[in-house]
Antibody
């Protein structure tokens, strides 16, 4: 069955970086785009960016210059690294998959809590 | 951060119907048919329940239905069941580089 399994919770100091992984299984990994969103407490999910199936990336304008997404096809894993962390980055981070340009996310990871606190 | 507006909560008794609205702008919902809905139980990952405004993915009961009028999309849950108690989020494609997807603020559905 399709699964997206994310890495565990992280605690970081302000100014540091965090790298969250999303390991896929149960489908042909390179046929799907992997998106990332985050959800701060009590707020709507916010789109962060996408690692396209062809290897290209696109990032949300609010995260330009601070986010980087990479892929390791040997382990079917996509990584999302966010740098220059501040307290407002404290949130649950989710990865999701999208097939081609269907504009919906049919499977989600379980979420990774990133806490930014001195 | 731009978001789609949803009511904070709706409630209904078992067997009743509830409708959740999702209001956007001319940049998103009214411009595209790409509205999707997600159900999230506490502590769980969101589950995909509708796409392209009103289409069901495999395995989702047809008690869940969707529609759109102008810049507002709606999710209706008919024959409300206890397991429908969850948070629901809408999402729309915008076509805007740097912000291609916008999500709703979320609605808590309570089954009385």
């Amino acid at each position: 069955q399709v699964q997206l399994v994310q890495s565990g919770a992280e605690l970081r100091n302000p100014g540091a970086s965090v790298k969250v992984s999303c390991k896929a299984s149960g489908y042909t990994f390179t046929n799907y785009h992997i998106h990332w969103v985050r959800q701060a407490p009590g707020q709507a999910p916010e789109w962060m960016g996408v690692f396209f199936s062809d290897g290209d990336t696109a990032y949300g304008q609010e995260f330009q210059g601070r986010v980087a997404m990479t892929r390791d096809t040997s382990t079917s894993t996509v990584y999302m690294e966010l740098s220059s962390l501040r307290s407002e980055d404290t949130a649950l981070y989710y990865c999701m998959r999208e097939y081609a340009l269907t504009y919906y996310f049919d499977y989600w990871g379980q979420g990774t809590l990133v806490t930014v606190s001195p | 951060q731009s978001t789609l507006t949803q009511p904070r909560s709706v409630s209904g008794s078992p067997g009743q119907s509830v409708t959740i609205s999702c209001t956007g702008t001319s940049s998103d919902i009214s411009n595209y048919k790409y509205v999707s809905w997600y159900q999230q139980h506490p502590g769980k990952a969101p589950k995909f329940i509708l796409y392209d405004v009103s289409k069901w993915p495999s395995g989702v009961p047809d008690r869940f239905s969707g529609s759109k009028s102008g810049n507002t999309a709606s999710l209706t849950i008919s024959g409300l069941q206890a397991e429908d108690e969850a948070d629901y989020y809408c999402c729309s494609y915008t076509g805007i580089p740097g912000r291609p997807f916008v999500f709703g603020t979320g609605t808590e559905v309570t089954v009385l």
